[in-house]
């Protein structure tokens, strides 16, 4: 199975950087995912990670370390827009790319003025 | 990536009855999923749509209560039967693209109360 663990809330200031971080426990891994979901809406793609490093995608960059079986969401110039659930999620291994996911619980972001 | 709309996109149904969500995705896709939302939870898979054969259900699901269909590529429906408020929730539809990661694309969600 996959265990996988977010902080559940957390607060930060517009302008300011925050950091969402993403543990799993897997028997195996096959990539990581980032999705950004507002209140009343569907999740949406954010990011991708299967190799250790950094991916960046303008204001969002998210980060693996499969040894540590760690990822974090990096949020920079923040928006009040910004403000929503950020979903990690791992997909199992072996199982090429179109495969099911399983997902964390979500950490909800409030961004404030 | 792919363009999904689910209908209906919202419900209120009464205990015992059943609801037929549907799926329709703007090309044709490799792999379609349904999940389950409750309020104020992550997501939770429900079941791979396989084209043209059975569903592959997850753990705590059953074909009885969640019976798919996918008859081709591009269209999936997922029926929640004999209602409970248990099963009010968001119900969304998820596609796996042919691109690079295997990203996954979620449709709008079918927010559905049982009462």
């Known amino acids: 199975g996959q265990n996988i663990d977010q902080p559940t809330e957390m607060t930060a200031t517009e302008g300011a950087i925050v950091q969402i971080n993403c543990t799993y426990q897997t028997s195996g891994f096959n990539g990581l995912f980032w999705y950004q979901q507002h209140a009343g809406e569907a999740p949406t793609f954010l990011s991708y990670?299967?190799?250790?490093g950094l991916e960046e995608k303008g204001r969002f960059s998210s980060f693996l370390s499969r040894s540590k079986g760690y990822s974090y969401l990096l949020l920079k110039e923040l928006q009040m827009k910004d403000s929503a659930s950020y979903l990690c999620?791992?997909?199992?291994?072996?199982?090429?790319?179109?495969?099911?996911?399983?997902f964390g619980t979500g950490t909800r972001l409030q961004v404030t003025l | 990536s792919a363009v999904i709309s689910q209908k209906p996109s919202r419900d209120i149904c009464q205990r015992g009855t059943s609801l037929t969500i549907q799926c329709q995705v703007d090309s044709q896709v490799t792999m379609m999923f349904w999940y389950r939302q409750q309020p104020g939870q992550s997501l939770t898979l429900i079941a791979t749509a396989n084209q043209g054969s059975e569903a592959t259900y997850e753990s705590g699901f059953v074909i009885d209560k969640f019976p798919i269909s996918r008859p081709n590529l591009t269209f999936s429906t997922l029926t929640v039967s004999n209602m409970s408020p248990e099963d009010s929730s968001i119900y969304l539809c998820?596609?796996?693209?042919?691109?690079?990661?295997?990203?996954?694309?979620f449709g709008p969600g079918t927010r559905l109360t049982v009462t």
């Open positions: 990670n299967v190799l250790d």
């Open positions: 999620a791992v997909r199992p291994p072996n199982t090429g790319t179109a495969s099911k996911l399983t």
């Open positions: 998820s596609v796996v693209t042919r691109h690079l990661g295997g990203e996954q694309y």
